[in-house]
């Protein structure tokens, strides 16, 4: 009886000296805690703690939003946005989950990944900053680099000879963080954008420090001198810009067209090629285009085409074409070159 009575005694002692342990345990911690003025929320804090984006695919991101277990409460997120370097405000307007204009209740200890859709090629390779918006409580906000791809319209070439075609040289920086796809070639100009034909044919993969040289179509004789914008897009999202001045390689013109009434059977031309010309013209076509677009070729040309025509030089043909039945008419002649270079000119016939 003694001996039970003495181990009923020494587990009461055992207890009791773990409980003054575990009590001097908590106030020392919760007295650390105080030490540091640290305090529980009475509102929620939720806290963006995750972030992911593929390179691949520069439409969407990922977010992670947690509501801490020791939050008084729920809270309810109402939106996301983006914060990029030119301090403009991106709202998020698509997530899924989806967030309603109530928001998107979230308990405490409870998380939630976010798929936003968000085109964010044009900010590839900055600092964006994520900010979550909640409706009674201290929003969430990540910064994060995004990954670089960059691709890069090396350079452009135009040869005076092939007034139809020019070359360049398209890469994909060393730096990128995925290969792309090439897929089409635009020129802008004059407001318009013209599809422009490439070999090798589209669509063409590029990796990282890749580099392709293309040879494209296009009739840039037409904009000789003036300004036009090159731009290369792909499959995933991202595009190059160049801005380029057309070179201007001939300055070719009619001077005159002249009409005899005593020789209704001809008409006479003088055409030039300016002084400021860089390259002789082989002229191969004169044509004469009436109101209603059709097209007469003159039965017999004087000097005979093709004839070359060198730079800070004229010429003057005579064209064969009987064009007494269509005086008054406004007619337009075209005067076309093997190089692609064309000059025109419109006259009413007396």
């Known amino acids: 009886m003694g001996l ?4 009923l005694l020494f587990a009461a002692i ?5 409980t003054v342990g575990a009590l001097l345990s908590y106030l020392w911690v919760v007295g650390y805690y105080v030490s540091l003025e640290l305090n529980i929320p009475d509102k929620p804090v939720v806290y963006v ?6 390179a691949k695919d520069p439409s969407f991101f ?6 801490p277990s020791f939050s008084p409460k729920e809270t309810k997120i109402l939106g996301i946005q983006v914060l990029t370097e030119d301090n403009r405000i991106h709202h998020i307007t698509s997530t899924n989950p989806n967030i309603l204009e109530e928001g998107y209740t979230l308990n405490p200890g409870e998380s939630k990944t976010f798929k936003c859709s968000w085109d964010w090629v044009n900010y590839t390779g900055q600092t964006v900053n994520i900010i979550v918006l909640v409706e009674d409580g201290s929003g969430g906000s990540f910064q994060v680099t995004l990954p670089l791809t960059k691709i890069i319209v090396a350079d452009i ?3 005076p000879e092939l007034g139809d075609s020019f070359n360049i040289t398209v890469t ?3 730096l990128s963080a995925t290969n792309v796809t090439l897929t089409e070639v635009d020129i802008i100009v004059d407001n318009s954008i013209h599809k422009v034909t490439a070999k090798p044919v589209l669509p063409i993969n590029l990796e990282p420090n890749g580099s392709i040289n293309l040879a494209c179509t296009w009739r840039w004789v037409d904009y000789q001198g003036e300004s036009i914008k090159l731009v290369i897009n792909t499959e995933e999202g991202y595009f190059a810009e160049k801005k380029h001045i057309v070179p201007t390689y001939a300055v070719f013109t009619i001077q005159k067209a002249d009409f005899n009434l005593t020789d209704p059977s001809h008409f006479k031309l003088i055409v030039a090629n300016s002084e400021n010309s860089l390259i002789a013209l082989k002229i191969t076509d004169i044509s004469i285009t009436l109101e209603n677009g059709t097209v007469i070729k003159p039965e017999k040309i004087t000097p005979n085409l093709p004839y070359v025509l060198n730079k800070n030089s004229t010429i003057s043909f005579m064209c064969e074409w009987n064009w007494f039945a269509y005086r008054g008419e406004k007619i337009a002649i075209t005067i076309n070159t093997e190089q692609g270079y064309k000059t025109k000119t419109t006259q009413r016939i007396p």
């Open 4 to 7: 039970n009575m003495s181990k």
């Open 14 to 18: 055992l207890v009791a000296v773990f």
């Open 49 to 54: 703690y995750d972030f992911t984006v593929s």
């Open 62 to 67: 990922n977010i992670s939003i947690l509501n």
């Open 157 to 159: 070439t135009f040869d």
């Open 172 to 174: 994909n920086s060393n």
